[in-house]
């Protein structure tokens, strides 16, 4: 996959994905959020051939001013300009546990909060009232997702090789 491109005509940038993952074009205009203007244009890529692991790159965040005309057009596989940034989740700062046994017992303990919040939302089912029972889903699947956004993930980011015991254990 690749994408290309123009500001007012001119050439800005080209990019490409040749991995697992997604290809796009960004455009953000603001308006009274910054003392500075965040009005800019770029394109970025999300290789994720290297579960769980990302590799994130952008080309351009070229400046925007009104009337300017920006043109993405998709081209076939081939050769593109290197990206301006690149940034991998394996190299980020907030990844967690450095221990191997120490990953592997946090994945177990969440996988027993996950068990013990679906017994009582199990009993919940039969107990509460309709209204009750999805307010109790949707608290409970608010706090599965912050599970995975706090804890599974940031660890399997820094153990990879944890992600089948993930698995299994139906944390991901």
């Given at each position: 996959?690749?994408?290309?491109?123009?500001?007012?005509?001119?050439?800005?940038?080209?990019?490409?994905?040749?991995?697992?993952?997604?290809?796009?074009a960004?455009?953000?205009?603001?308006?009274?959020?910054?003392?500075?203007?965040?009005?800019?244009?770029?394109?970025?890529?999300?290789?994720?051939s290297?579960?769980?692991?990302?590799?994130?790159?952008?080309?351009?965040?070229?400046?925007?001013?009104?009337?300017?005309?920006?043109?993405?057009?998709?081209?076939?596989?081939?050769?593109?300009?290197?990206?301006?940034?690149?940034?991998?989740?394996?190299?980020?700062?907030?990844?967690?546990?450095?221990?191997?046994?120490?990953?592997?017992?946090?994945?177990?303990?969440?996988?027993?909060?996950?068990?013990?919040?679906?017994?009582?939302?199990?009993?919940?089912?039969?107990?509460?009232?309709?209204?009750?029972?999805?307010?109790?889903?949707?608290?409970?699947?608010?706090?599965?997702?912050?599970l995975?956004?706090?804890?599974?993930?940031?660890?399997?980011?820094?153990?990879?090789?944890?992600?089948?015991?993930?698995?299994?254990?139906?944390?991901?």
């Amino acid at each position: 996959m690749r994408l290309s491109l123009r500001v007012n005509g001119l050439q800005k940038a080209c990019a490409s994905l040749t991995a697992n993952g997604w290809l796009g074009a960004h455009v953000s205009l603001s308006r009274g959020v910054a003392s500075e203007s965040n009005d800019r244009v770029w394109l970025n890529a999300i290789d994720t051939s290297d579960e769980p692991n990302t590799t994130h790159s952008t080309w351009g965040g070229i400046p925007l001013v009104t009337g300017d005309k920006i043109e993405i057009e998709v081209l076939p596989d081939g050769e593109s300009d290197p990206p301006s940034e690149i940034s991998r989740t394996s190299e980020s700062p907030n990844n967690l546990l450095s221990d191997d046994e120490l990953a592997r017992q946090l994945f177990a303990s969440v996988h027993t909060c996950d068990q013990a919040l679906s017994q009582v939302l199990e009993r919940a089912k039969d107990i509460e009232s309709e209204h009750e029972f999805r307010k109790l889903t949707l608290a409970v699947a608010n706090i599965v997702v912050e599970l995975d956004r706090q804890l599974i993930s940031p660890t399997l980011r820094r153990h990879p090789d944890l992600l089948p015991l993930a698995e299994d254990l139906k944390l991901r």
